[in-house]
């Protein structure tokens, strides 16, 4: 009787064993152990720009771990979007507007890696390098993060520091180009511990981009609340993250209601799930 | 603001630095580990129960509840026996020295 009660509460208090992600947007230091595989299956839905704008992008992410410090992965990723565009067309000096929705797919393939240099708990605070490329048919993404995170009692904190250098086909004078641009990003995320199943918290991104032509383009901030729940070898995330301040833009766009929405949205919701083999 | 928010937020960080797991100084005569199998046991238990949740702290548990805890994850995390005998010798003198 008394293994039975102590057994209870050693699985109250431990977590559960799966990877311990807890947040949607901001990445820990943690990789996976050696041989170890999970699958993730990530939804971003993208919703409100000056006009009618949504969009939905899903990943499915192959994650396994290669040494004790480093593990890669692979994703497939849809990129499906919706968006108010008007035409002018041109007949003799008059001119005629029409509207519409456009819609657009687009496939990529990425692959990450990721090197765990410390532990957030182990040592005075965890860290890792992450970088990821992205091709598609018109673009070519280099994602590189700084990663440190600190474990302080039931609270997580962990800080993203992000570059991407973007190639990215245009049509300029009736032939394709490549534009390159630049974006920088410093994430925060917070988690508090429930109990073995349950964490909440907050995130919230500060996104910046550039172009070699024309200097930064805009800077915004989202921030948001999410969840995180844990069950076995399963886990699931969701973060829900408003634009709450446009904090730059380029002279010609102005804000709309305070926020930069030329180029970002009102809203960005993440939902991940993940399945961890054994 | 922005600056503020972030200033605000190393400062978080950077006063919470510090390694919140117990580091052995000494062998352990209790459980019979040498200074170097629970230097080896702190290293194994850091590698690899840190991939799957951040870590708790030996002395969450008592030496019984670490022997039960470790026991069921041992398959999991893909230790050995030389290994699971080094983490729990490890965690049950860590625990033992903080309670």
Not at chain 1, 83 to 90: E, H
């Amino acid at each position: 009787m008394k293994s039975v009660v102590i057994l209870f509460f050693t699985i109250l208090v431990l977590p559960a064993v799966s990877q311990d992600r807890l947040l949607t947007y901001t990445y820990q230091s943690n990789v996976l152990n050696k041989g170890q595989r999970e699958i993730e299956v990530w939804n971003t839905f993208h919703w409100g720009k000056v006009d009618y704008y949504r969009a939905i992008h899903h990943s499915i992410e192959f994650e396994i771990g290669l040494t004790r410090k480093l593990q890669t992965a692979f994703y497939f990723n849809v990129n499906s979007e919706t968006y108010f565009k008007t035409d002018l067309n041109y007949q003799g000096s008059t001119v005629i507007a029409s509207s519409s929705l456009q819609r657009e797919s687009e496939f990529s393939f990425s692959n990450e890696w990721k090197y765990k240099m410390s532990d957030p708990v182990a040592n005075a605070v965890g860290s890792a390098l992450y970088a990821e490329i992205e091709i598609s048919g018109s673009e070519i993404e280099l994602e590189t993060k700084l990663i440190l995170d600190k474990k302080i009692g039931r609270t997580m904190h962990v800080i993203n520091l992000i570059a991407e250098p973007e190639f990215e086909t245009e049509i300029e004078n009736g032939k394709a180009e490549q534009e390159m641009e630049f974006s920088f990003e410093e994430d925060y995320g917070f988690m508090f511990n429930i109990n073995k199943s349950w964490n909440v918290g907050v995130e919230v991104r500060n996104v910046n981009k550039t172009t070699s032509e024309d200097g930064l383009l805009y800077s915004t901030l989202f921030a948001g609340p999410g969840f995180s729940y844990v069950n076995g070898n399963f886990w699931i995330n969701f973060t829900a993250m408003p634009q709450v301040a446009g904090l730059y833009h380029r002279k010609s766009y102005e804000f709309v209601d305070g926020l930069e929405l030329n180029d970002n949205e009102r809203l960005e919701t993440r939902l991940i799930f993940s399945y961890m083999f054994q | 603001m922005i600056r503020k928010l972030y200033f605000l937020i190393c400062l978080t960080f950077i006063c919470s630095c510090g390694s919140a797991l117990y580091i052995p100084k000494e062998p352990s005569v209790i459980y019979n580990a040498s200074l170097e199998e629970l230097q080896m046991g702190r290293k194994h238990y850091v590698d690899y129960c840190s991939s799957c949740h951040a870590l708790y702290k030996p002395s969450d548990l008592s030496a019984t509840g670490w022997t039960n805890a470790v026991e069921e994850m041992a398959e999991r995390s893909h230790i050995n026996n030389e290994q699971k005998e080094l983490i729990l010798k490890y965690l049950w003198t860590a625990s033992a020295a903080a309670n």
